[in-house]
């Protein structure tokens, strides 16, 4: 994919004009699901002076925004938003649009969620922030002890970050630092897939693989291994995901067997390789790479950043193929969307190889300013809560049999190569040549339109490319996830009819 390309797809739109209001109110959750925030029903006005294009013009003269080419926004100025609830986001003008998109996959339970606010609110009384080094706190103790009872068996350890990309870097230190402990100095490559993505900071951004994001920074990146990529999207007609991830693995394999003394870990997306087009595989593979980890003893990391809580229809995508980690990688979802917070969980085998006396210098010397901060962790014990004393997986197994569903009709569209699914993580692949697969040529920014056909009628998606894709909060509801499709549907024929 050209850097035009996907700039142009995850660059914000701007205020559509002509735009029909959707008006402001609450939707009344099913049966036993959590409650999701309703619009409040005395609206404050205001501050004086804000208005869409005021605040617009006010970020444009001062915010430098991520994943953007400031310059389209001369022409499409960013969406202005005053306030969010549930899974609605409204402007100053009153008009709300459908979050189909999670806020970049972190809002899980809809946006000002009574519960989760409630308690950062009570924790904001207690302890805003305190450091974590030398300092023990009962939010940062007591999610640690959740987090490790909810994770794949024999996860006992919880080391705190504060974003996704910060839990790669530390999964990345811990492997490489723990073969030096064990004396075994040669074990300090990586193994990635082709097509993942790890992150943006320089060591998660050498073990992905996306090339948008990386080529200019390559000079800067440590080398690493590429395994191609066990995408289900590329498998012959008639077979099955399964058996095309099977034969994948072979090549996978064939890496370790060739470089198992130098490795250090394998990197990998659970079932979903999201930043990169929205892939999707078999969890077959995650079986056979894990027991192909313990064959040549190299660490499995899974990053589950993006599709850990829920979002592939297990609790955790691991789960699916019955295996765990030896290092899991959690963010986004984890406080709801909140606050952010990361936490790398480990076993005792790795957590053992740094516990020595000082004079030995063993330990793992990583940290951050905010890590375990008070107020996150009292987030994401609510958003566990939340797991605990309701449904969820059972309800977003309904809601994503109804995505399927809606999604459908879609298979047959001419321009449309792929319709794929995995929970609630939802594609559609577009291209010029259903046929042969011929991509749309990137100039002609058709993901960019379809953002931009979809906002002007209520709903906010940001395709990645020609890859449109769902991934809305949990607390939607069957009429949000028709409206949401029903949009998608027409933006698409507005785009590429």
């Known amino acids: 994919m050209s850097t035009a390309n996907h700039v142009a797809a995850e660059t914000a ?20 699901r959590a409650p999701a925030a309703s619009a409040p029903a005395a609206e404050g006005a205001p501050a004086p002076g804000i208005s869409n294009a005021n605040l617009v013009a006010r970020d444009l003269a001062h915010v430098w925004h991520p994943c953007t080419q400031m310059k389209d926004h001369e022409r499409l100025p960013p969406l202005p938003v005053r306030r969010a609830y549930g899974c609605w986001l409204e402007d100053y003008d009153g008009r709300r649009y459908l979050d189909a998109i999670s806020s970049w996959w972190v809002n899980l339970f809809g946006h000002c969620h009574p519960l989760i606010g409630a308690a950062v609110a009570a924790q904001l009384q207690q302890c805003e922030h305190v450091l974590l080094a030398g300092v023990a706190h009962e939010p940062a103790v007591a999610l640690a002890e959740e987090l490790v009872c909810i994770a794949p068996a024999g996860l006992t350890r ?47 951004l050498a073990v992905g693989n996306v090339e948008l994001y990386k080529r200019v920074y390559a ?20 077979e099955s995901w399964a058996d095309y991830s099977r034969r994948r693995f072979e090549d996978m ?47 499995l990391i899974a990053d589950e950043i993006a599709v850990g809580f829920g979002r592939t229809g297990t609790l955790f995508a691991c789960e699916q193929a019955g295996i765990t980690p030896d290092l899991l ?3 986004k979802g984890l406080t709801g969307g909140y606050l952010p917070l990361s936490a790398v969980l480990a076993g005792e085998r790795i957590y053992e190889a740094f516990y020595a006396e000082y004079s030995a210098q063993r330990a793992f010397l990583h940290s951050h300013s905010y890590t375990g901060n008070p107020l ?29 569903a809606r999604l459908a009709p879609l298979t047959e569209h001419p321009h449309v190569a792929d319709v794929r699914q995995t929970g609630m993580i939802a594609a559609v692949e577009l291209v010029r040549e259903r046929a042969t697969r011929t991509p749309w040529p990137a100039e ?3 993901g ?40 998608a549907a027409q933006a698409i024929e507005a785009a590429c009819g």
């Not at 705190?160 to 790669?168: E, Q």
């Not at 209520?458 to 449109?468: M, N």
């Open 219 to 238: 000079p800067l990146l440590m080398d690493v291994l590429t395994a191609p990529s066990p995408d289900c999207y590329e498998r012959e007609r008639g």
């Open 376 to 404: 996150a962790c009292a987030a994401a014990r609510a958003t566990l809560q939340i797991f605990a004393t309701t449904p969820v997986i059972e309800d977003n197994r309904r809601l994503a049999a109804h995505l399927a």
């Open 444 to 446: 002609e920014r058709r």
């Open 448 to 487: 960019w339109r379809i953002h931009r056909e979809a906002r002007a009628r209520g709903v906010l998606l940001r395709p990645l490319g020609e890859v449109v894709y769902f991934m809305p909060p949990y607390v939607i509801t069957e009429e949000q996830i028709d409206l949401m499709v029903n949009v």
């Open 253 to 299: 394999r064939a890496l370790l067997e060739r470089h198992a003394e130098e490795i250090a870990a394998v990197i990998v997306e659970p079932l979903v390789q999201c930043a990169g087009n929205m892939r999707m595989y078999d969890p077959v593979y995650l079986s056979l790479l894990r027991a192909a980890c313990d064959e040549y003893q190299v660490h």
């Open 158 to 204: 919880c080391f705190f970050a504060d974003n996704g990309s910060a839990a790669v870097e530390v999964a990345l230190k811990m492997s490489f630092h723990y073969w030096q402990n064990r004396a075994l100095t040669r074990k300090r490559r990586f193994v990635t897939l082709a097509n993942s993505y790890h992150g943006e900071t320089l060591g998660a």
């Open 329 to 331: 990688c959690l963010s």
């Open 13 to 32: 739109a701007g205020t559509a004009t002509g735009t029909t209001p959707v008006t402001a109110r609450g939707d009344a959750p099913a049966a036993g």
